[in-house]
């Protein structure tokens, strides 16, 4: 049985990866190299300052190259142009197929929610105008641990109610985002593909042709 579905934010509900990697690239030029679309998949799920750590080692920088406060000012340098570039979203951004599939899991009588490790998830949510959709939200500002920690997803649970983690479905696109579903004890659907998201109990390309009782069904059958 199947009473909540845990939503990822970025590459989920919409792609603001691509506004991610914009302003870590920017970041990398001005530090004098080139930050490519391969290095940015690390960066997929991980908190702000361990995707700094990732930049700057993909940069060729010595581990002690930057001081704790030198690293502070980078990342809310990257933050600044990021929020600069999702303040101007609208909900023509939100993912094909999204929004009838939140309102079939709802009809179902599904909780939803999210769980993100953004820290920006009230602009976004804002922007899209569709904050109303999830029952709660969790993002990087209500958590200590990041994905592949579970924390996230145990928070989500725990403020629908104390939904038992057997009860619960994650929809990620990131490994660190399944690897966290699994560790929590939920089932989780990959959004993206088996090659990539070879753990996740179900994978798809995405919501869009597919519905909520398609997914509940085939999730069923692996039980």
């Known amino acids: 049985m199947i009473r909540a579905a845990l939503f990822d934010l970025d590459g989920v509900i919409v ?3 691509k506004y991610h990697y914009l302003a870590w690239r920017r970041l990398a030029a001005e530090l004098g190299f080139v930050f490519t679309e391969t290095d940015n998949e690390r960066l997929k799920g991980v ?3 361990r995707s700094l750590d990732l930049l700057l080692e993909a940069g060729g920088f010595p581990e002690n190259s930057f001081t704790a406060t030198q690293k502070e000012e980078l990342a ?7 929020v600069e570039y999702i303040s101007r979203m609208t909900p023509g951004e939100i993912l094909p197929g999204v929004l009838p599939f939140l309102a079939g899991a709802r009809a179902d009588g599904v909780r939803t929610a999210l769980g993100s490790a953004s820290r920006n998830t009230g602009i ?3 922007r899209l ?3 109303t959709l999830f029952d709660t939200v969790v993002d990087g500002t209500m958590v200590t641990r990041t994905k592949p920690d ?3 997803f145990l928070r989500c649970a725990a403020r629908l109610g104390g939904i038992p983690a057997g009860e619960c479905v994650v929809f990620e696109d990131a490994e660190a985002g399944i690897e966290a579903a699994r560790a ?3 089932r989780s659907v990959g959004i993206g593909t088996p090659q990539r998201l070879k753990q996740a109990d179900l994978v798809v390309p995405g919501f869009g042709g597919i519905t909520w ?3 509940k069904n085939q999730l069923s059958t692996k039980v």
């Open 15 to 17: 792609d603001t990866a």
């Open 47 to 49: 908190s702000r300052m």
């Open 76 to 82: 809310a340098r990257k933050n600044a142009w990021y």
């Open 124 to 126: 976004i949510l804002d």
């Open 129 to 131: 105008e569709i904050g």
């Open 150 to 152: 579970p924390e996230v």
């Open 184 to 186: 929590a004890g939920m």
């Open 213 to 215: 009782q398609e997914i």
